[in-house]
């Protein structure tokens, strides 16, 4: 059974102010929270606690998606063979493109 919450009597608009103090008690230890993990975070030098950026892939891999490109592999096949992903396979063939026409 669910109880009412009769906000016309005294009692009831006490309740009622109680669950408001209570719920903006909530929302203040809510924001002190995200603002020590955001002080905590530019202390570190990031604004979410990741790294800034992505990291980047290493020299052999790219060499290996390089060579898989140049033998007429297609992007996504490429791109799962050696575990990257498609927007950096697609990102290097764009560079030997490039590479080609200078």
């Known amino acids: 059974m669910i109880a ?3 906000t016309h009597s005294p009692a ?5 102010q109680m669950l408001g103090v209570f719920a903006e008690f909530e929302r203040s230890i809510i924001q ?11 202390s570190r030098g990031t ?3 990741r790294p800034f950026g992505r990291p980047c892939i290493s020299s052999v891999r790219e060499d290996e998606i390089r060579k898989l ?8 096949g490429v791109a799962r063979l050696v575990g990257a992903g498609n ?6 063939r764009k560079q030997i493109q490039s590479d080609q026409l200078n």
Do not use: N, W
Request: aromatic content about 2%; overall charge positive.
């Open 4 to 6: 009412k919450l009769r």
């Open 12 to 16: 009831g608009r006490a309740m009622f």
């Open 32 to 42: 002190q929270r995200v603002r020590a993990g955001i002080a905590t975070a530019r």
């Open 47 to 49: 604004k979410s606690g």
């Open 69 to 76: 490109l140049e033998q007429g592999m297609g992007i996504r």
């Open 87 to 92: 927007g950096v396979v697609a990102k290097i």
